[in-house]
Antibody, heavy 121, light 110 residues
């Protein structure tokens, strides 16, 4: 059974930084691309970032480009999201999601339960 | 950039009724690139349909997807109590590589 467990969400001040982590199990982690998807309180889903199976390809939503960095450690079956220059607009529940393919796939076939990031002074 | 529009925003139905949810794209989308998710309060989204019409593992056959081009539909043939939730469509764009969700349709109990 696929398990994705996010961590690292806290309350942070505007302009601050944060690193989220996602621990993966139940599948061959280095066979799949991985994503971060976020959901602001009471709002819909927003794709944030994608990393290919080997980390060679990374892609970002325009809203986070230049501020967020996605990475992975296949030895540790872990996915990360480094978040810099945070604004109140980044307040959301951040989900780790497994891609349906090695490079990107076309959809998200498993999701974690999310970790909450609150940007507030 | 492709924009997805979902209608209606809210669908009020009774258990046992048929639900028809619409997802419209601003430009033609390959059927392979269209998926549907269900999200219940306090839970993560769950993949229902991929490739516009293929059910994900473990999804009951009362859920079906159809459509092509710019118009896609998720149908729940007979609503069960556990089906009352928010449903999102999602498309994949290859150039540039990005993923877009629709705003969601809430199916609630009438």
């Amino acid at each position: 059974e696929v398990q994705l467990v996010e961590s690292g969400g806290v309350v942070v001040q505007p302009g601050g930084s944060l690193r989220l982590s996602c621990a993966a199990s139940g599948f061959t982690f280095n066979d799949y691309a991985m994503h971060w998807v976020r959901q602001a309180p009471g709002k819909g889903l927003e794709w944030v970032s994608l990393i290919s199976w080997d980390g060679a390809g990374t892609y970002y939503a325009d809203s986070v480009k230049g501020r967020f960095t996605i990475s992975r450690d296949n030895r540790k079956n872990s996915l990360y999201l480094q978040m810099n220059s945070l604004t109140t607009e980044d307040t959301a529940l951040y989900y780790c999601a497994k891609a349906s393919g090695r490079i990107s796939g076309y959809y998200f076939d498993s999701w974690g339960q999310g970790t909450l990031v609150t940007v507030s002074s | 950039e492709i924009v997805l529009t979902q209608s209606p925003g809210t669908l009020s139905l009774s258990p046992g009724e048929r639900a028809t949810l619409s997802c419209r794209a601003s430009q033609s989308v390959s059927s392979s690139y269209l998926a549907w998710y269900q999200q219940k309060p306090g839970q993560a989204p769950r993949l229902l349909i991929y490739g516009a019409s293929s059910r994900a593992t473990g999804i009951p056959d009362r859920f079906s997807g159809s459509g092509s081009g710019t118009d896609f539909t998720l149908t729940i043939s007979r609503l069960e109590p556990e089906d009352f939730a928010v449903y999102y469509c999602q498309q994949y764009g290859s150039s540039p590589r990005k993923f877009t969700f629709g705003p969601g349709t809430k199916v609630d109990i009438k």
